[in-house]
């Protein structure tokens, strides 16, 4: 109700984490806002502290609020009155116009029940009690319109005990649905004029913006005070557990953070002073506001910092350390058949598999792709562009990978022919292989683990036969790895600088090749080292200790010089919390929208989604995303990078995965993955109960035999009759009746052949996988072909 003030609790399955809401309605007096502050803060004590609190404002409400109404939102109104009024069920002296929006998150406003409230764009609800016609805008897309259908199915199942009728009109074709036409003419009146074009949809929850500010906030002499303390990229060290501080990016949204050592006044007025600072910042009322305690942060609030360690934090398989900016990592060995089975392991070591498939190189020589001889796999220069194909096997089925390495020197032109090559082979592929940019000295783990401990990334030069390579003298290489899945070798300056204490060197000379040791090194990096001057060089090996080096070493050198020489802080890398977008390029800037609480199922096939694992970042493309956007997708994936507040690597690796082929690393952060949700087979419909949404998207339309004045009859009790001309006459069966059955088990009067022409369009697309004028564009055998796959032969 929008005269009302509300607030909401939401306890994780833990029981260790809780988020508490508290909803302003846009017509909500002050009075009722601030007694709904006042009972969010009680709640929030009697939970010890714990809970994220979250202030909603009516129509710009979190991802997360209104992920809770799966069906929608709707926005009622009216005053005290209304709001404690009691909702029966079976009431049919109901009349009333509901505005839909939203394409991930449905709301549904009350507006003026008449023809001027409606546009092309969006979905319109008449709801008259017994009946519910729903009018969908000629612009409005195929999610729209089945979203709309479950607010309808949820309104008639709640509010009417299942026993409204609901009506389906295409505003583009209203001469289709003559009979439901008539009803709306007869409550609305004869429409005059054109409609209203459409309205933007919801906005962006989210604009990715670099632009955040720390700021600490206290009172003084009863004065509010916002002293600045730091711009992004912030740190953890940032926070002290005494005082409470606000992070702000730039007004899109407004964080409070309240340390354990705070006192409970400063605790306590934290929301409030959350609101005055938006007063203060002349924000619009509407701004977002989240409160969290010391150790309750949420996932949005940890992306804005550096780094971020949680209290007790401990790896899952595995140990990383940090030296500088690169990352040393111990793996554990594992078993293949544990990273099938265990899609949430494979996502957290990034790793498909145990590295055994098949590899086939490429390299882009003159803007073509030449195979590179497998005598020389692992060996990368700098000055190419190479194409790497893994394919492995996993459920019997093959797999591909396909890697885009780049190197440091390579030209433009290079690296646009590397990409445009890509889809050449994605395309010979059917589509299947999942894509991964690799920039030069940022290899993802499972590319390290398919070359066995003899990945060499040479500075600069080229691999092509024949080309002239002039005299370099000594060069130096640095090993870094303890078994095979995770070691490389990166070549460096030929300077004594380049040296440090913790790590293998290989110094190959015109002689001989030098095995330095490093004090800080261990026995299986010192193992993987040799292994590696035996891939670099045929000549004689030294072993070389930090500190017993001849002289003949610093000469090769270039003399000594200071190196790094600490011993390693083997600092854990904490992981950050994934987090999933759907990316928009609205008005030449990129936006995304967080999903919150994400599962399989908010990966609708119409979109193009970001998910940010941190250490990767994973676009998935829909099968039905439109070619602006997945062209536009890489561009998304590097600016939302550039853009990160935390200051993220711009070279991060970035990994294409298409709708139905993706790898376990991807699927191993998502909760219960359904492997079979896209597969053909799922394309006839599963058991479901009346009220499932198979049963929703299916009935969205009904025979009204009927006149204006008259009243919503119903159905038949059996619905199992149906005229011959049922199909073209408007009247859909749920597809239930008419799926995977032979002749004498279909309804009375449905042709066999024709089955498809008793399916409502939603239901046709779910099925068929096409709408019902392209369908008919199609060959007979195609047609055939696709009614045998959905059960309609």
Known sequence: CSHRSYFSLRLTSNMFSADVHYWIGNSSSQDEQGAAAIYVTQLDEHLGGSPVQHREVQGNESPRFRSYFKNGLIYKKGGVASGFQHVDTNVYNVLRLLHVKGRKHVTAAEVEVT????????????????????????QSNRREKLKAVLLAQDIRDRERGGRAQIGLVEGGDEQDSPELMKVMMAVLGQRTGQLKEATPDDKPDQVQNNNVRLYHV???????????????????????????????????????????QASKEERKEALNRAVGYIKAKNYPSNTSVKVMTDGGESAMFKHLFKSWRDRGQTQGLGTTYSMGKIAKVDQVKFDVMELHARPELAAQQRMVDDASGDVKVWRIENLEVAEVNPNTYGQFYGGDCYLVLYTYEMSNQRHYILYMWQGRHATKDEITACAYQAVNIDNKYNGAPVQVRVVMGKEPRHFLAIFKGKLVIFEGGTGRPGAVIPEQGARLFQVRGTNELNTKS??????ASSLNTNDVFLLKTNQICYLWYGKGCNGDERVMGRAMSDVLSKQDKQVVMEGQEP???????????????????????????????????????????????????????????????????????????????????????????????????????????????????????????????????????????????????AQTSVSMNMSPSSSFSPSSPGGDTVSPSAGSSGMYLNPELIVNKSPSELPQGVDPSQREDYLSDVAFENLLGTTRLDFKRLPSWRQSDLKKKAGLF
């Not at 023809?115 to 000629?138: C, E, H, R, Y």
């Not at 990166?490 to 300077?495: A, D, I, Q």
């Not at 929208?593 to 493309?621: G, P, R």
């Open 551 to 697: 002289a003949e070493f610093w000469v090769a050198l270039g003399g000594k010089a200071p190196y790094a020489c600490d011993k390693r802080l083997q600092v854990e890398e904490p992981p950050h919390s994934p987090r999933l977008f759907e990316c928009s390029n609205q008005i030449g800037k990129f936006r995304m929208t967080e999903v919150d609480d994400f599962a399989q199922s908010d990966l609708d096939e119409d979109d193009v989604m970001l998910l940010d694992t941190w250490e990767e970042i994973f676009l998935w493309i829909g099968n039905s995303a439109n070619q602006y956007e997945t062209k536009e997708a890489w561009n998304s994936a590097q600016e939302y990078l550039r853009t990160h507040p935390a200051g993220r690597d711009p070279d991060t690796p970035i990994i294409i995965v298409k709708q139905g082929y993706e790898p376990p690393t991807f699927t191993g952060w998502f909760n219960a993955w359904d492997t079979h949700k896209w597969s053909v087979s799922d394309l006839s419909p599963r058991p479901s109960t009346p009220s499932s949404p198979c049963t929703l998207r």
């Open 115 to 138: 023809w001027t409230s409606f546009n092309n764009g969006d979905i319109f609800l008449l709801d008259m009690g017994k009946a519910i016609v729903q009018w969908n805008g000629p």
């Open 218 to 260: 206290f009172e003084n002499n009863g004065n509010l005070v916002v002293q600045e303390v730091a711009t992004q990229p912030l740190t953890q060290d940032l926070l002290h557990s005494s005082d409470c501080y606000i992070a702000d990016q730039r007004g899109s949204c407004v964080m409070v953070w309240k340390g354990k």
């Open 490 to 495: 990166t070549e460096v300056l030929s300077r």
